[in-house]
């Protein structure tokens, strides 16, 4: 489903990203590991068009994506959670997730249309699947920090997308959020045959729900395969699991 292949991108001179290799297969979930500053970030804002490469091929089921605008890879099936929680906070969550309804079906607000009931049934059930339907009418800033990440995935969700890529989903979650945020994960991949692109610190939460992992070190990637593969890899215990895994 997607494929980058020899990425290359720099700050000025500073190559964040350099020779970057993935390989996501359909309805795979594959995580992205890595010290702070490898380029993970980098790296999806690559994919999902927030920046362009210098370099490489991006491919995105057999099309080159690399460059492509930010709206235009949304369309294509591919959509993002950020590091940084990036919801409307003065809106509900029933609002932030029928804007993103309504934005992929190219509809906006406007004076003349009632827009409470739009799209109403389909926000209804991507609240239900995600588990905010009880806080539905809450406006967001007042939702927890794990529940504010949870309402970005319903964001991401309500694109169609076919490959899905979180970047940190769990991130300052309480341990009680991480354990739900995890069985959403797994579940969009269950019951929704997603495709799940994801970067992550904690290794105990990488190798319990992923399937394939990619390990990226100063912007490029050391290896990638079964979570067994990675943790036996010696050039990944030396670079990054300080020789203990
Ligand atoms: N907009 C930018 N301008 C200049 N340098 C940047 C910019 N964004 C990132 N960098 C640099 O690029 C490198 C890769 O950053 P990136 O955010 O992709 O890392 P990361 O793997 O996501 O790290 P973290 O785990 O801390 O989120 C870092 O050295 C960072 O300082
Ligand atoms: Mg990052």
Redesign the pocket.
Known sequence: MLRVESVVMS?GG?K?VNGANLHVGAGEIVAVI?P???????LFNLITGHLAPDSGRILFKGREIGGLSPHVICRKGITRSF?VVNIFSQLTVFENVQIAVLSRERKTYDIFSKVEGMAAEEVERTLRSVGLHDKRNVESVLLSHGDQKVLEIAVALSGKPELLILDEPTAGMAPEETETCIRLIRKLSDEFGLTILFCE?DMGLVFDIAQRVMVMVRGGTVVQGSCEEVRRNTEVQDAYLGGSA
């Open positions: 700050f500073f964040a890595g702070n500053g490898a380029g993970k970030t980098t590091q610190h």
